[in-house]
């Protein structure tokens, strides 16, 4: 069969800044969480290597500029670092960062690429987590200044911002599940957290209106459907506890403009409510977005609690739910994730049917694999596997856009092989592989197959 996509389609890729920039002590850039973390705790990190060991995009830019071109990309996701922009988080302005950023915009748009900037992609400031990161709400107004500068100065050619990349992993990973600094676990804190980031989100669109900046502004979010292990009630209304949780948590916010009720209820219920001050149901209000990312790697699968929760231990998400491994799944067998195409389709038609069927692309939809040189043939990696992925992903999304939904475009993740958080280099998810040592970059089969489905607009399956 033939799939063919709307006129104008975005085809690109994203990345981020921390994990391809490098030069994380250079060009006046000041420490991250993840700058910091590495120092302090090596070993948490895949084979000891930090956030310095990258495709260095700050000096390979111009060849990863022209390799998109060559991989036909009409766009591309990054992200400007906040701690390179303003090294001490709230005051000047650092030349060289303007410079830079500059440069990679100007080069992109040169090169036809249209550029998508997130304006923070997990890397906080270390100045600014010492005030108490996300959870001193003196945060949200140093965001939100950062936010204005980014639109000021860059946004006579940038017409697509996102304020934050999936917000809820830094929750997630930095105060529920111990893996992103500073490594707290304890469920208020991360409310409070993720209400501060909601908050921060609605400033910065709020400026973005009243600086009548032209283009659209948005959020990334990574969406994980969530489906019961059965229709009993128990099950049914755990999956609806998971997506509460996980997904309406930001989903609401950006785009109805306040926070599912269910939520509220859930919240007070257990004692986690955070903090509100008057004028927040106005702000979030105001944060309605443009245009949604959605990020789709994997959907999650619960069920009901089977034994009952102790009391006496601090409240946890999975005291509304378990996590269900349903039999005969398909699993990346590399990074652990589920491997389900149609849930990219089930969030498409979720939004058409309960969201006013919003504007939105897919952000990034990836497949991270170990040890890839072993596929290697003829010079290079044979990644049939990762075709595949995307094909079946593309597919379904397909589906959605022929039921109505107005998903504009696909972006993989990622281009380069890049650095991952704690994982480094163990999952490589690029369209090029990258050797590490020598810097050389070599297209994957897969680059070369997306760069021809970008030029024709369409694939055979
Ligand atoms: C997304 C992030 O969650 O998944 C990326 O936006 C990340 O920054 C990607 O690298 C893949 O996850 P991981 O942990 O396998 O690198």
Redesign the pocket.
Known sequence: MKYTFPAGFWWGS?S?AL?TEGESQHGGKSQTTWDVWFARQPWRFHQGIGPDETSTFYQHWQQDIALLKQLNHNSFRTSISWSRLIPDGTGEVNPEAVIFYNTVIDELLAQGITPFITLF??DMPMVMQEKGGWENRDVVAAFARYADTCFRLFGNRVKHWFTF??PI?PVEGGYLYDFHYPNVVDFRRAATVAYHTVLAHASAVRLFRAGRYEGEIGIVL?LTPSYPRSDNPADVNAAHCADLLFNRSFLDPVLRGQYPQDLVELLKQYDQLPLCEPGDSALIADGKIDLLGI?Y?QPRRVKCRDSAVNPDAPFMPEWLFDHYDMPGRQMNPY?GWEIYPPGIYDILTNLRVNYNNPRCFIS?N?M?VENEARFINNGKINDEYRIDFISNHLAWLHKGISEGCQCLGYHM??FID?W??C?GYK?R?GFVQLDLSTQQRIVKKSGEWFSAVAASNSFDK
Do not use: I, K, M, P
């Open positions: 994203a981020s994990q992609h997990f990349n999936e992993v990574n990020n790697y990074r990034e990836g991270g993740w990622t890049n991952s958080w994982n999952n998810y």
